[in-house]
């Protein structure tokens, strides 16, 4: 049971143009939203994130979208660059009793063509 | 700074063997987790902790087993390898709640495990 579903694979963007990933979840007991990326042959590295309270999270370039009602969330990348290709990662916060874990997303590979 | 730690980077293993893998943090983090990445399946949660001594199962726990005898190091442990373990392990870490949202997990550099 997937509960934090990246249906996109891969995306190729243009340098300079929007990039732009989506993430779906199904549990409405999630939390707080990440989103990761990850390079080849190293760990992700945390990217950006955002409560279930808001729905909207922005740094730099990177803005995350929330969408509870819809159970949906996306990251925008604004200019896409040649160094964000990368494979991204969703996750997502479950709370309980107390402790929590994080779910993540199969990940979509981010290819920015120079 | 060191962060997560993860040792050994590549290791190949015949079936049945066994092996632990170790992670150690020098963030002070009372949570860790061992996740598993493979192709199309994502970041699967093995096991976690929530302090020392702790253990809990995560979505894919069968096969493995984990200690967290001192609270900077985290084991992952394969009493008896099969294929289906092949894949690239990360170990992570993070704080507890306690009021601040911001409780990213920050990971290693992964381990790489092939079971021949």
């Known amino acids: 049971d997937q509960q934090v579903k990246q249906n996109s694979p891969s995306l190729s963007v243009q340098e300079g143009r929007i990039s732009i990933l989506n993430c779906d979840y199904t549990?409405?007991?999630?939390?707080?939203f990440l989103w990761y990326k990850k390079y080849p042959a190293e760990g992700p590295t945390f990217l950006i994130s955002?409560?279930?309270?808001?729905d909207k999270n922005e740094d730099g370039r990177f803005t995350v979208f929330l969408n509870k009602s819809a159970k949906h969330l996306s990251l925008h990348i604004v200019p896409s660059q040649p160094g964000d290709s990368a494979v991204y990662f969703c996750?997502?916060?479950?709370?309980?009793?107390?402790?929590?874990?994080?779910?993540f997303g199969t990940g979509t590979r981010l290819k920015v063509l120079a | 700074n060191a962060g997560v730690t993860q040792t050994p980077k590549f290791r190949v293993l015949k079936t049945g063997q066994s092996m632990t893998l170790l992670c150690a943090q020098d963030?002070?983090?009372?949570?860790m987790y061992w996740y598993r990445q493979d192709p199309g399946m994502g970041l699967r949660l093995i096991h976690y902790?929530?302090?020392?001594?702790?253990?809990a199962k995560g979505e894919v726990p069968d096969g493995y087993n984990v200690s967290r005898l001192k609270k900077q190091n985290f084991l992952l442990g394969l009493e008896s390898a099969a294929p289906s373990q092949t894949s690239v392990y990360f170990c992570?870490?993070?704080?507890?709640?306690?009021?601040?949202?911001?409780?990213?997990?920050?990971f290693g550099q992964g381990t790489r495990l092939t079971v021949v």
């Open positions: 955002i409560s279930s309270i808001k």
């Open positions: 549990n409405s007991m999630f939390d707080y």
């Open positions: 996750a997502a916060r479950r709370t309980t009793s107390g402790t929590y874990k994080y779910i």
């Open positions: 992570a870490s993070s704080y507890t709640t306690g009021g601040n949202l911001n409780t990213e997990a920050f």
């Open positions: 963030m002070n983090h009372e949570y």
């Open positions: 902790s929530v302090g020392e001594g702790t253990t």
